[in-house]
């Protein structure tokens, strides 16, 4: 049976959140974070030469990566609707969303963590040129890119209920926890009404509510 090694406060939880859609049994083994960093334990980091969040066994595999992760899942019920299929005219939009979560966005809110960090971890006496600096960095270069992808996705949701058309696909699910984490690093400031209404929709899905409840309450890192 797989089994889903879920990281607290992690990407993981969409894992979860994939297998409750599929309505599929699966192993769950939780892991708490640690240390002034909330990093991931030593038993967690051992488990696959990354060491990082999510990661799944299956028998003798063990594999990491959100999308690898999900393929993988889906590639075991070809049949769902979660994926469309090679021919479906929204599989384009599909693919687009499902690798932009993790190679755009994800990225970005990264490095807004990181950054953040940075200020609060140096000496006090050198903390101001850290801000000034993380702050230029944010303005040119961080910021620009986060407000494009996220606007784009706030024309695409005015005229469709879900990323990829109107039907709910694992696209949904992986920006998802991405849009959960941005709301809590940007906060949208009702600058986005649509994609606070993707996310009141995607928090409504009993099978959100049952990850959740498996899991423990979601809450991002924020510093």
């Known amino acids: 049976m797989l089994s889903v090694h879920h990281l607290e406060n992690s990407q993981s939880i969409r894992v979860v959140w994939l297998l409750e859609e599929l309505g599929v049994e699966y192993r769950l083994k939780t892991y708490k974070r640690c240390g002034p960093h909330d990093l991931a334990p ?13 990661t799944i066994s299956d028998g003798d595999l063990v594999l990491a990566e959100t999308n690898a992760i999900i393929d993988y899942i889906l590639d075991k019920y070809p049949e769902s609707s979660l994926r469309p299929k090679a021919s479906a005219t929204d599989r384009a939009d599909y693919l687009f ?23 609060t971890g140096v000496p006090f006496f050198i903390r101001p040129i850290a801000k000034m600096i993380a702050g230029q960095v944010k303005a040119s270069f961080i910021e620009p890119r986060l407000y494009r992808i996220l606007g784009y996705m706030e024309k695409t949701l005015e005229k469709r209920t879900w990323l990829a058309g109107n039907q709910f696909t694992a696209a949904d699910i992986v920006m998802g926890y991405c849009l959960e984490v941005a709301e809590v690093r940007v906060g949208f400031e009702n600058r986005f009404p649509h994609i606070a209404d993707f996310l009141t929709r995607i928090r409504e899905r009993p099978a959100y509510k049952v990850a959740i409840s498996k899991t423990g309450k979601f809450t991002p890192l924020l510093d």
């Open 42 to 54: 030593e038993d967690y980091k051992q488990l696959h030469p990354l060491g990082t969040s999510p």
């Open 97 to 119: 969303w499902l690798h932009s979560a993790q190679g755009t966005l994800t990225p970005l809110l990264i490095d807004l963590l990181i950054f953040k960090r940075v200020i």
